[in-house]
């Protein structure tokens, strides 16, 4: 377990003291609260080699989850004068993966690794227990406008985009037991932090917002146990959530998490509010890379470490209301530029040197790249659909690297006596659409919605594809299910896009839950 | 039977609108049944409105006429002060509410009716009644008001929402309760704040309504992406989270006056239904807030699918539970200008000294009929005179043609205030970062 750092052990002190002081405040008369929650367990069901070989021929479950979670929200009524504690919000979420026991000859994983609190062993994605969200909230609305001040471990999200993130940077996604586009809000990983947000005096069709953040509390994108074996390519990696990513090559190595906790993040957000229809918000957030980059130390017991290198993240995004033609839609878009994307290299590519007289292998480039989207959102009339409104979301996804040198430009790459053309001009400038239709059946007792993203491939590389349907039946007050399907089509040997997921994440969720 | 009522209503519904109005004749209670039934129900048709008409026919209500304890009305103060700005105001030919001396949008605060005086035959008629309609609910200045939303098959209780309803009206003021500071002259901040169930936490939305000419703005936040989106107009005309009710359909009518047009068909007498027979005291804060009380605890009264051997509408309110009462209404016929506007035709039913909306009807585009909305309220004074006049206990929302409901109540919470003095509540409330800060 790593040392917590005086920033974050100080935040936490300070959340608890004052919850500890509000709860026992004499306004406790004036206190109200509010306890909700969810009850769920769900079982997925994988298909081994994707859809597009079959329709779940080769069935197997991966996750059988029982989530416990809730929020206790306390608005102790303490005001002085403009100033108030708004609330205390907590967020606990407990789980308890049964698939590790009911499967337990599938999943051959280490109970625990051990060596920093971001390697996750078995036992880190077969239970679940963690105070998610602990913050209290200290608000201002008076002459000089409205803010608050919100300390504590929370979740930030800034931008427009709908499946990507681009300004949303803050809280680093935790793959460990579902994929990155699942339950945006679930797979973040919490932070703490100190925010303060602050608007000024309204102005004649002209609204001001700051929002500041200071992030002590490093942590990176959080995979499933690297419980890879050194010298032994044929075991480790087997957690249902890690196959699905491309570290098939740190087999036979030691997998280990380097994360720079000793740094802060820090960002701003500024946002106007020009006229009634249009708002734009300009972004800048100092960041620890969330995404590894993978340095190979070829010692004795060869060892992979994921790094986090810092960069600078400029960024802007918009919403607009626009009206004409006798038509209304909400375009939206957003805009990111990274200072130093961490780009992987094919493996013969990867830079060779010597560090304390060991050979390192580093296996990326830093690089600067922008993303941007452009997006619309309609509510639709489609009777044949439903009686309430279609709500439809068209997103255009470009990313590009900027800076581009022979190392990522085309290669042949000579592995014994087969010579492989490695064209890596499909890495530098992707484009991805992306769509999102939702509504309502049944007076709302049947929520449909249906998810699809397309990557068009480019210089002879085929296009890939990813479907999502899902919908959700209320059986009666407080009782729901769910029935998910995520599937991915295409050319599976594609260099990006959604290529390698085809073969390995289609999966079927089925999911009942009780809440209140 | 239903499919041929609707017939009879979508090629009938003005004409007997029409005949209804003309027979309709002010009865008093005392020569009313106790009960009003499939039995019986003919013999007193004019005292319904055609929907419900319809509903007790069928056998889905059953109505017990009764007495009420008490004068219902508006304070005197606000009676005096709209017979002050008599001659004052006007309609614009686009429907705006203007000074009749400039024909300019008031941009200041109005307190009182703007039209104290109703005169049926000014083809403006039915514009100025929904403006009278719309002052006495400002004279709240702000509301929070604990407002479940519960949708009811006809089997029962298939899901519920619960939530905080705030607003806030920068207009209709009373003397010495202005506020001055209205950069973007917003006529009503509203702010629908979701706590429960957990799946539905966080799933807020905020309006500004303006004074002036401008479309409304609209946010939503997502909880699921924590971010706060604009959202179109439209959607006010959208049903609301799939239920039966829609955001201008509020209190009978929470939309811009401005998007509709607006007819006077004339008048009649209906049953007004009041969830108490007698006035709640109730107390008023020093800030001047009232604090409300109901007749009931839950989160709404009783509901016929609560009664054993209920045959009628699950949503219909369980017999003895509601004290239906003659009172004199106007008709206003309301029309959407906006070719995107989800709904046709509707038919308000205007109280004639209160301007409290009883009934309304809405008609699809097609001319169909499809949904009928009743308000129940009880009423409330406090010592100095404040009452709660129009400030509903529920709200039913009934789709006749997929045969279900959905109802927005009151529910006791120590939340709930009206009359929220700027002092308690400014615009300060409906920033963007407080949404954000209320929404998680």
Known sequence: MRRRRWGETGLFVFVFLMVFGVICSNTAAEMTSSFHGTFESNFILRDADGLQHGFFDEAYGVQQRNVLKFDVDINPGIEWGPFRVEKVHLTYRGAYDSIFDLAAHRYDIKENLGASRFDYGLRDIRFENDLREAFIDFAYQGDSGTGFFRPGRQIVSWGEGMLETLNDVINPPDQSYAMFFQSPDDVKTPLWMGRINYSIPRMPGFGLNFDLLWVPDIRPTQFAPLDSVVGNRSVGLQAPYMRILPFVDF??????????????????????????????SLVYFRDVVNEPAVYVHLTSQPTAFLTHPKQHVYGGFFGYQL???GTEAIIRGEITHYTAYPISLVSADNIRKIEDGQLVLQTFLLKPMTKFTLAVDKDL???WLSKDLTKVSVEWLHKVINEWNNRLDNRWYISGTTKT????????EQDVILCNIQTYWLASKLNPSFTAGYNPGKHGEGGTAMIAPSIKYYIQPGIYCDLKLQAFFGDAR?????ANLINYASDATFKIGYEW | MKRIMINIFKYLGLPALVFLIGVGGYLQAAELPKVIDKTNCDQYKDLFIPAMYLAVERGGWIINPGTINFKYKHEDKFVAASAKNAGKFDISPEGDLVEKATGKIPLYNIYGYPFPDIDVKDPKAGAKIIANFNWQVYRFMGSTLRRPLLWINPSGLERY????????????RPPGQEIKRNPDLVLTYQFQNVLQPMTMKGTNTMSYIYMDKRDNTNYAYVPAIRRIRQTGSTTRSDPYMGSDAWNDMNFGWAGKDRSMKWKYLGEKTILAPFTSPNMIPVEELPDGRLATKYPYTGMVFKLGYEVPGWKGDAWAP??????YVPRKVWIVEQIPKDPYYNWGTHHMYVDQETYTVWYKEVYEKSGDFRTWYITFLHYSESQSGKSNTGDADAMFFIDEKVHHATISSSAPSTVDHIYVPASKLTTNYFDVNNFLLLSK
């Open chain 1, 251 to 280: 087999k036979g190595l030691n997998v280990r998490q380097d994360v720079p906790t000793s740094e802060n993040e820090y960002g701003a957000k500024v946002s106007a509010d020009i006229g009634n229809r249009f708002k734009a």
């Open chain 1, 323 to 325: 009206i004409a033609f």
């Open chain 1, 381 to 383: 009339r489609i009777p």
């Open chain 1, 421 to 428: 053309r490695q064209d890596r001009r499909h890495i530098r």
């Open chain 1, 494 to 498: 594609a260099s990006w896009g959604f």
């Open chain 2, 161 to 172: 929402i619960d939530g905080v309803d705030t607003r806030l009206y920068m207009s209709g």
């Open chain 2, 318 to 323: 369980a017999p003895g539970v509601i004290t």
